[in-house]
């Protein structure tokens, strides 16, 4: 079976931190129990032992593998690095994430006027447009040029940005963290990131039509302004 990269990556990076003891003396509390990833590169390390006889039992057998939500957020100096990067249209795309939070799969069908970028109903998640306002932060990296091959550009990115492991839609949720510390209503955040079950859903989502259009405006203006001092 071949690996993902990152896979691979997330291996070794538990393994190297395997006690110095035989097989047969590794017991559960030799790991971290609390993180998933721990215990299924050890599940995995020791399913392998056994099939080459190099161990009689698995101590993880049945521990079970349960991955709760991430809950990953970068830092300034983070957010800095990978800002830095320069390596486009990949890079640019990473930029407009970081500004807006919008998932990287939605700049791939979209267009633009002068007021506003609307993403077609085909690229977002919810099957339903999407309108933001265009901001002059985002403008100035737009239009997109059409990119494929994240992964291998994401392996690409970490071997010239040295981060803790994270995941593109980290940035997403980087994005709403940083946006309540600047005092954005939660309501605006939601209606930036497109989360249909937010604070205004259901009934009120129905009758409230407003498109908050100058509230969102301003929090990405407001954001920009921070990531602008962060990177500078």
């Not at 593998?65 to 890079?91: C, H, M, N």
């Not at 990473?94 to 690229?123: C, N, P, V």
Request: a positive charge.
């Amino acid at each position: 079976m071949r690996l993902q990269p990152n896979t691979l990556r997330e291996y070794h990076r538990h393994l190297d931190k395997a006690p110095d003891k035989r097989l047969d003396r590794v017991v559960r509390a030799d790991i971290d129990m609390s993180d998933p990833q721990a215990i299924k590169t050890w599940k995995m390390f020791f399913n392998w032992c056994l099939r080459n006889d190099l161990a009689e039992k698995n101590p993880f057998q049945y521990v079970p593998v349960v991955s709760g939500q991430r809950t990953r957020v970068l830092s300034d100096d983070e957010l800095k690095q990978i800002w830095a990067y320069a390596y486009p249209p990949f890079s640019d795309y990473l930029k407009l994430q970081i500004l807006t939070g919008q998932r990287i799969g939605q700049w791939q069908d979209y267009t633009l006027d002068d007021e506003k970028i609307t993403f077609h109903s085909a690229a977002m998640k919810g099957k339903r447009e999407h309108v933001l306002p265009l901001t002059d932060a985002v403008a100035a990296l737009l239009p997109l040029a059409p990119f494929n091959g994240w992964s291998n550009a994401k392996v690409r990115l970490d071997k010239h940005v040295h981060l803790e492991p994270w995941v593109i839609h980290d940035l997403r949720r980087t994005f709403s963290t940083n946006c309540a510390a600047l005092g954005v209503p939660l309501h605006v955040t939601e209606r930036i990131l497109d989360h249909r079950s937010g604070t205004i859903s259901g009934v009120a989502a129905i009758y409230n039509r407003h498109t908050y259009m100058p509230e969102m405006r301003e929090a990405l203006d407001r954001y920009a302004m921070h990531v602008e001092s962060v990177v500078a």
